[in-house]
């Protein structure tokens, strides 16, 4: 079992940034695929960032490509998502996930093995 915990959320100007953090529970962190997702209200869930289990692959949606960074510390059992160059569309729920089936991107709906309870970020312009 593994538990996620994402922190970092709050409301910043267009342009800022902020830097989240997912920390996970469990001796076998460093096994999993994490990423991060992202759903603003009234639209789909969108995949943001993943990288692999050894840290050495990512992947990004074409819309934060370039603004945003994946990484992961399997020591501290931690992956972030550093965002730059905010920009009001980026306002969502963002959610952390963990899986050991996919080595990176997952397909649309993907049912992952955990997720977190989300952190709000909110970009004002």
């Known amino acids: 079992q593994v538990q996620l915990l994402e922190s970092g959320g709050g409301l910043v100007q267009a342009g800022g940034s902020l830097r989240l953090s997912c920390a996970a529970s469990g001796r076998t962190f460093s096994s999993y695929t994490m990423g991060w997702l992202r759903q603003a209200p009234g639209k789909e869930r969108e995949f943001v960032a993943c990288i692999s289990w050894s840290g050495r692959s990512t992947d990004y949606a074409d819309s934060v490509k370039g603004r945003f960074t994946i990484s992961r510390d399997n020591a501290k059992n931690t992956v972030y998502l550093q965002m730059n160059s905010l920009k009001p569309e980026d306002t969502a729920v963002y959610y952390c996930?963990?899986?050991?089936?996919?080595?990176?991107?997952?397909?649309?709906?993907?049912?992952?093995?955990?997720w977190g309870q989300g952190t709000q970020v909110t970009v004002s312009s």
């Open positions: 996930t963990a899986d050991r089936r996919v080595a990176g991107r997952a397909p649309p709906n993907y049912e992952y093995d955990y």
